[in-house]
């Protein structure tokens, strides 16, 4: 099962990463560029929980920071992604499993702001002025609004390929078998001990016959 997370997950963050530099970032949208790699740490959160969420935010940012064109210091957006798949786990429904699209919605929403507000908080601590330039609130309305209208076509579809990882035909298959070779055993030593029990019921009649018959020859012979 947690191999079958981490295959799930590295590919979905590799396909999101390859569309988000090659797709996404040439459409030059006004203010912010919609954010994949959010969305997929989002939606892997909502499924794996807080801890697996904070571990997929930080691979993927990570892999953000060190892919090109890449204009800003690595370690930056893995903090913020990290930041983001640990609240995000947080509010995982029961199973994994959303009762209504709100949540969703809101969630990211508040992911949006969020990573855009943690993004440029960083970068000022580092000397990146770069949002002040362009205008954080512009960056924040368009990135919600671009993450917003993303969300529906990708969140709903990555829960459900992260559910269906979680079932596993191969670990189904082993405790089936399991459970098989388990009851044959049982079986097997139920037989044993039936078979020896009547055995010994065998033994002893043949016994009794024996005694009956030794006595009424005796009788017989006085």
């Known amino acids: 099962m947690r191999f079958n997370r981490i295959l799930l997950s590295t590919t979905l963050v ?3 990463l390859v569309i988000q530099v090659s797709v996404l970032a040439r459409l030059q949208l006004p203010g912010a560029v919609p954010d994949l790699m959010l969305l997929v740490v989002l939606a892997l959160a909502f499924v794996y929980g807080h801890v697996g969420g904070a571990l997929i935010g930080f691979g993927a940012g990570l892999l953000a920071d060190l892919a090109p064109p890449a204009d800003h210091a690595a370690g930056r957006y893995a903090l ?4 983001i798949g640990y609240l995000a786990g947080l509010a995982r429904p029961e199973k994994g499993q959303m009762r209504s699209a709100f949540v969703p919605m809101a969630a990211v929403v508040g992911a949006a702001l969020g990573s855009t507000l943690l ?3 960083v970068g000022a601590l580092v000397g990146d002025t770069a949002a002040r330039h362009v205008g954080l609130a512009g960056l924040l309305f368009t990135a919600a609004v671009y993450d917003l209208l993303l ?3 990708t969140v ?3 829960m459900f390929l992260a559910r269906r990882a979680e079932n596993d035909p191969l670990a189904e298959t082993q405790s089936s078998g399991g459970a098989d070779v388990a009851s044959g055993w049982t079986t097997t030593g139920t ?3 039936i078979g020896g029990q009547r055995g010994g019921l065998r033994l002893r009649a043949a016994r009794n016959r024996a005694t009956r018959a030794g006595r009424i020859k005796g009788v017989k012979r006085l």
């Open 80 to 83: 913020v992604l990290c930041v």
């Open 119 to 121: 993004y440029a908080a």
């Open 151 to 153: 969300a529906p076509f």
């Open 156 to 158: 709903p579809l990555i």
């Open 191 to 193: 037989g044993l001990r």
């Open 14 to 16: 590799v396909v999101a």
